[in-house]
T-cell receptor, first 109, second 113 residues
Framework: GQNIDQPTEMTATEGAIVQINCTYQ??????LFWYQQHAGEAPTFLSY????GLEEKGRFSSFLSRSKGYSYLLLKELQMKDSASYLC??????????FGAGTRLFVKA | SQTIHQWPATLVQPVGSPLSLECTVE??????LYWYRQAAGRGLQLLFY??????ISSEVPQNLSASRPQDRQFILSSKKLLLSDSGFYLC????????????FGPGTRLTVL
């Protein structure tokens, strides 16, 4: 079966650092994606990891451990506009991607 | 640059009525195309995907169907809507000249009454 787990909600303070974890068990793997989705809007692509390790892109970083079926998204210097849902997704072969239910992040002043 | 269009943005339909949602992509050729549904506060459920004209893969048995009459056009249809069809419908594309990441259209919010 296909399973992606991530926390339902998280709260963090403006200017702080937050780490959103994701674990997965899938029948195939050709990469792990993170997307950001603001309320009422479509998801937008943030990052892609296919090899183990950390990928850094500005204030956002994403980590992957394929042997552990684990990834995290790290957001630094949090801003109010970072309040959104963050979706972990796994490419499972061919052209299919399975999405987790998302983590709603609330950034407070 | 590539853009993806979806319409309409919102739709209110009675139970039992037909549905047609359209998605078009510009600025790329031979994209992979996807239809997702997102229930309120939930994740994305893959409904259909297509790797070429006339090639449709269905992920969830239901009263919906999809068609790809042209390379960059993807249509989601239903002959008779159910209450459970309400949700946020998202079209996405990947591939073409790009990578594996997907790029989403603005979505259609469907309410079935």
């Amino acid at each position: 079966g296909q399973n992606i787990d991530q926390p339902t909600e998280m709260t963090a303070t403006e200017g702080a650092i937050v780490q959103i974890n994701c674990t997965y068990q899938t029948s195939g793997f050709n990469g792990l994606f993170w997307y950001q989705q603001h309320a009422g809007e479509a998801p937008t692509f943030l990052s892609y990891n296919v090899l183990d390790g950390l990928e850094e892109k500005g204030r956002f970083s994403s980590f992957l451990s394929r042997s552990k079926g684990y990834s995290y998204l790290l957001l630094k210097e949090l801003q109010m506009k970072d309040s959104a849902s963050y979706l972990c997704a796994v490419g499972v072969g061919g052209f299919k991607t399975i999405f987790g239910a998302g983590t709603r992040l609330f950034v407070k002043a | 640059s590539q853009t993806i269009h979806q319409w309409p943005a919102t739709l209110v339909q009675p139970v039992g009525s037909p549905l047609s949602l359209e998605c078009t992509v510009e600025g790329t050729s031979n994209p992979n195309l996807y239809w997702y549904r997102q229930a309120a506060g939930r994740g994305l459920q893959l409904l259909f995907y297509s790797v070429g004209i006339g090639q449709i893969s269905s992920e969830v048995p239901q009263n919906l169907s999809a068609s790809r009459p042209q390379d960059r056009q993807f249509i989601l249809s239903s002959k008779k809507l159910l209450l459970s069809d309400s949700g946020f419908y998202l079209c996405a594309w990947s591939g073409g000249q790009g990578g594996l990441e997907q790029f989403f259209g603005p979505g259609t919010r469907l309410t079935v009454l």
